[in-house]
C-alpha cells in the first residue's frame, strides 16, 4: 500500500506574508530546511507527494489568477530542479465563510485517497505550519507534522519520516505502585506529570522540558508507607520508556553535560552503551528537599540508569541543596537531548562492535 504526505504550500514550502497571499516574486521565500530536507525524503522514501493548499479567493478581483500562477509555476521549478516532484496537486478557491467541503481542514478534495484501497491512510501524513492542518489530518485519519517554533523543524520533519518516532510506552503495576509513563523523544517539552510528591514532579519536569521531550509520568504509590516504592519504581519505568524509545540507536550521538546552577556546579555524563552503571558523588545534609528524602537521590539515579541500561556518572558540588539535585535533574536532562539526537545523514550504530 502507497503512504502519501500531503504537504501544505504556504507557511510550509514558502514563507507566508502578512497578508497571507502570495502574489508577487517580492514575497516569495522559500522556508528554511526545505529543500535538502524534501529531497532527501524524495529520494530515500516512498511517499507520494501531495500539495493541498487554501488560496483564499483565487480568481477574484482581490486575488486575480494572473498574480498566483506565475509565482506558483516558479515554485513548481525550483523544487523540481532539486529533485522535489509533487504527485498531485489541490487547491481551493473558497473563503473560510464559503463554508466549502474542499475547504482545509475539510477533506473534499483528499477523498479520492481516502476511499482508495491502494493507499495506506493510517501510515501516511500532514505536513503544515498551522492548527487547522492537524485537525486536516485527523479528519483524514493520518497523522500529522506541524512546523513550529516548539522544535518541528523541516530536519526533524525527514528524521521522523526516515528513522521512525521514538514514542514509548510502560505500565507497571505492582501491590505497591501503579504506573504509567509515556515518553516521545522527538517531543516539545510538554509534560504531564503526578506522583503525589510535588518536588519529584518538578524534578521529573525538568527532564521533559530541558530534554525537550514530551513526558507523561502518573504514579499512584503506598504513601501512606514512605516514598520508597514510589520514586524508585518511577524511574524503573521511566528507564525502561526510555530504552524502548530508543530501539534500535541507530544514528544517535549515544553521549552526552555539565551545568552551572547559581552556587552550584552539576556534571552528567552518560552512555548509552547498554551496560548500566551509576558513579554518584554528591552529598546533601538536609533530610528531605520538599516530601523527597535525599538518600532517594541516589536511589532513582540508580533504579534508572539499570532500567535504561546507560552509563551515568553524576557529581555536584555547591551549598544549597535545592539548587544541588535540581542542576542535577536539568544536566541530566540537557545530557539526554544531546545524547539521543539522531543524524540521518550518518544513520549507523555509534559502537565499533556493531550492537548496543
Request: proline share 4%.
Amino acid at each position: 500500500m502507497k503512504r502519501i504526505l500531503f504537504i501544505d504550500r504556504d507557511g510550509t514550502l514558502i514563507e507566508e506574508p502578512a497578508d497571507e497571499q502570495i502574489d508577487s516574486f517580492s514575497k516569495l521565500k522559500f522556508t528554511p530546511g526545505v529543500f535538502r530536507n524534501l529531497s532527501f525524503i524524495r529520494e530515500k522514501l516512498d511517499f507520494e507527494f501531495v500539495m493541498v493548499s487554501n488560496q483564499d479567493g483565487l480568481g477574484t478581483d482581490s486575488f486575480p489568477e494572473d498574480t498566483f500562477w506565475p509565482v506558483h509555476n516558479f515554485i513548481l521549478q525550483t523544487l523540481e530542479g532539486e529533485g522535489i516532484r509533487f504527485d498531485d496537486i489541490l487547491i481551493d478557491p473558497h473563503f473560510p465563510e464559503d463554508h466549502a467541503p474542499t475547504r482545509k481542514p475539510n477533506t473534499g478534495l483528499v477523498e479520492k485517497y481516502m476511499n482508495n484501497p491502494e493507499y495506506d491512510i493510517a501510515n501516511s501524513y500532514v505536513i503544515g505550519d498551522r492548527e487547522t492542518d492537524r485537525t486536516f489530518a485527523q479528519n483524514i485519519g493520518c497523522k500529522s507534522l506541524i512546523l513550529s517554533d516548539e522544535g518541528i523543524t523541516w530536519e526533524k520533519i525527514s528524521e521522523i519520516l526516515f528513522a521512525g518516532e521514538r514514542i514509548a510506552e510502560v505500565k507497571r503495576v505492582t501491590k505497591e505502585t501503579d504506573i504509567h509513563v509515556c515518553v516521545n523523544l522527538d517531543g516539545t517539552g510538554k509534560c504531564d506529570i503526578s506522583t503525589g510528591l510535588g518536588f519529584f514532579d518538578h524534578m521529573l519536569e525538568q527532564i521533559g522540558k530541558h530534554g525537550m521531550m514530551d513526558l507523561t509520568i502518573h504514579t499512584k504509590g503506598d504513601l501512606e508507607v514512605d516514598e520508597h516504592h514510589t520514586i524508585e519504581d518511577t524511574a524503573i519505568a521511566l528507564g525502561e520508556c526510555i530504552l524502548n524509545a530508543l530501539g534500535n540507536k541507530r544514528g544517535i550521538e549515544r553521549y552526552g553535560y555539565s551545568l552551572p546552577m547559581d552556587d552550584c556546579l552539576c556534571a552528567v555524563c552518560l552512555d548509552f552503551g547498554g551496560r548500566p552503571w551509576l558513579v554518584w558523588d554528591a552529598e546533601f545534609k538536609r533530610e528531605k528537599i520538599g516530601e523527597m528524602p535525599t538518600e532517594m537521590f541516589l536511589h532513582f539515579f540508580k533504579s534508572l540508569s539499570d532500567a535504561a541500561k546507560m552509563n551515568l556518572n553524576i557529581k555536584a558540588e555547591g551549598q544549597n541543596e535545592h539548587h544541588k539535585i535540581e542542576g542535577i535533574f536539568k544536566a541530566l536532562a540537557r545530557a539526554l537531548k544531546m545524547a539521543v539526537r539522531r543524524d540521518i545523514y550518518h544513520y549507523e550504530l555509534p559502537s565499533t562492535k556493531g550492537t548496543l
